[in-house]
């Protein structure tokens, strides 16, 4: 049978014509590609001398086919594609194939001969049109999904996702599911704070209190799920993931990780049940992140045997504490000061209300009153006038005060004891972190759903409307941060492990990467999150559908466990020491001493043939992304290395060093961070054996490498490492990869395995 166009195409033609036309719709062709291409049209023997030269007239990239011959082609393809089933439609090759056998009749054999498959397969794959999706795109009638496929995508996605405690994440939200933790939006501060109050003492009738502690303790010992369980809260609400975190993970952590066994007895177990309530006060109004130049004294009296804890200033209050109001403890940080001489911060236990919820004497508390968001969560500002303590009530595992009153340490150095006692922030960057890209996954899952299901224009029938998933502009919107968040959240829970077990070991790498991740990943987050508000329109303006409450809530983590930019400065000295003891030793002056010994360093020029390379195969190959990652990482270091010893020579200052390399150091962390991502990510989809998820994993992990690489063009331009050309054809590869992924974009979604019941959305789930 011969379909009828505005031009009769034989069915040799009809063959190609799908990967000719989703190549010509969006692709980049080198001269290389070109002439393979060509060949093989040429030495194709199922094509006839005309079908050859209709076919070679358009592989010309200065005559690209018209818009009269586009409309030739679609309408072609539409025609013959409604007389097999869809089903049959598996990638661009086989459906030439199809729609050739459509096209000569049934009794034409050579469609059905295995070399002529292959002949055309390897056209498509030299105009890297390798995804089974990409004409699905152009014709409307495939964008239908198949719910028993799409379950099983899904299914395989969240297994993969969710590897990590897959059933601990799975009975947290079982019980988020019950109608008692119904979301709702509370605009009374006080009434949702109780709120939140009862939710977190139902979490710890669950027991989740516990989980961090040991089972002597009425805890579970399991750490690793501890954090499970925090990440898995921020599917549902924030303030009382925040809550959870300041009772359980700062408050609880710093008892038990600072505290020894006199602390453990008296007060762990009663903290897991919720009913010792308390909070975490180290940060001060005056003095932000710098924890070591906290103005808060604790005094030992020997005398009485107690220690005075005291606020000698207005600025020196502990700022922005949760628990603040509802607490009845502090872990107060402070200047522990011995026989007149300073030992640097510790941690002392101050009560701060009697068992009737009085305010015991000498404590201020001030409500810090209603926020951008976590209106949930009480936090406060708390002084401490004068407060007299016993001894006993010092965190005393790295310094203590014996009885002869003389203060004792088994870590000499006074630098590596303030690190070390920090450690307690680590596991809070750990948690934040991954809590900030669930709370994305949240966002995608919305504006992912709601986008599949709205319609709007189609400039080819007034009578027709198209999901607004189907436009380009949606696709580069939202898939390559769908890409980020998988990535991002795959290489959290890497670090999530490698936390877990070396707790008791050198934490100094886990560190950095928890700072860094924690950084990057709470940017990606809110980033993500106004998109996908964006993404939504009037409704994601709505409060039923949860933007409102993921912007406010989460806007906070950029800034708090750390602000974000101070956070980058300290990943980026941790690479400049190759994290060397040292630094942590001896700060900034151990980075210079390093920098001021380091020799001139080299890198391997980039050959001119790979900086023009824009062959699809080299852009598509995870080698390329890599080789590009460590590229930039490595000569960013080495030029921060050389300017900061450069300064230093010239004998400025080295704080006045480090200021003018601040942006600098910024640049490398990022690098640092986003390579890290890479490794890890691709680490975990080559460890994948699905055959579901597998092949969606490697498009995914192409996405976020090319959109990352993408984003930082301007600096591999500026370093030569590519040229415009080569930027150009990036640009394009990804939209491809954009649009080759818009069929899977609900599996990708439904992959979080995030219930109904706690996306909570009216235009998601409605």
Sequence with gaps: MQVQTEQPLSAGIVSLLPIFYVGWSDTVLSPSEINFIRGKVESSEFLTPED??????????????????????????QDISKQFDSSQKKSLSQLGIEMAKVTSGSED???????????IEEIQTAMGLNSNSSLNLLLKQDLRINNDDHTVKSKALNDFIDQRDIATKQKVKAVLKDPVFAKKHIADKEVYRLQ????LQKLAQQGYGGYAFPKKYGGSERMGEHITIFESLAYHDLSLLIKFGVQFGLFGGALYGLGTEKHHKKYVESLAKAELLGNFAMTETGHGSNVRGLETTATYQPETD????????????????????????????????????????????????DKDGNLMPGVEIEDCGYKIGLNGVDNGRIWYHNIEVPRDNLLNKYGDINDQGEYTSPIKNPNKRFFTMLGALVAGRVCVGMAGINAAKSALAIAVKHSVKRRQFNGKNSLEEIPIMDYPTHQRRLIPRLAKVYAYYMSMCRLADDYTAVQDGDMREIETQAAGLKAMGTWLATDT??????????????????????KGDSDIFTTFEGDNTVLLQLVAKGLLTDFKQ?????GAMA??????????????????????????????????????????QEKLLITLSTRMRDYLKKRIHPFDAFLKCQNHMIALAKAYVERMVFMDFRTKVEACK?????????????????????????????NDYFAGSKSKAIRRLLDKRCQELRPEVLALVDGFGIPDELLAADIAVG
Excluded at 52 to 77: G, V
Excluded at 595 to 624: A, G
Aim: hydrophobic share 40%; aromatic share 12%; net charge negative.
């Design 109 to 119: 054999n050579l469609w059905k001969e295995p070399s002529v498959l292959r002949a």
């Design 591 to 632: 980075v210079i001493k390093f920098l001021y010994s380091k020799l001139s360093h080299t890198m391997t020029e980039i050959n001119p043939i790979y900086v023009r390379n824009t062959n699809i195969e080299h852009l598509s190959d995870s080698d390329f992304y890599d080789h590009a990652f460590r590229y930039r």
């Design 690 to 718: 699905d055959p579901m998820a597998r092949p969606l994993l490697d498009q995914v992990l192409q996405v976020y490498s090319l959109s990352t690489i993408a984003d930082d063009r301007g600096w591999f331009l500026e």
């Design 529 to 550: 999150i106004q998109e996908c508000r964006e993404a939504c329109g009037g409704k994601g303006y709505l409060a039923e559908n949860q933007f409102a409450a993921l």
């Design 196 to 199: 939140v109050m009862s939710w």
């Design 582 to 586: 040292s630094f942590h030793d001896e």
């Design 52 to 77: 050859k030269e209709y076919l070679l007239k358009y592989t010309d990239p200065l005559h690209p086919p018209s818009e009269e011959i586009f409309r030739e082609w679609i309408h072609a393809m």
């Design 306 to 353: 107690t220690i005075i804890v005291n606020s000698p200033s207005k600025k020196s209050g502990k700022e922005y504490i949760g628990n603040a109001l509802h607490g009845s403890m502090s872990v107060v940080f402070a200047q522990l000061i011995v026989k007149g001489e300073s030992h640097g911060v510790h941690g002392i236990l101050v009560p701060t209300k």
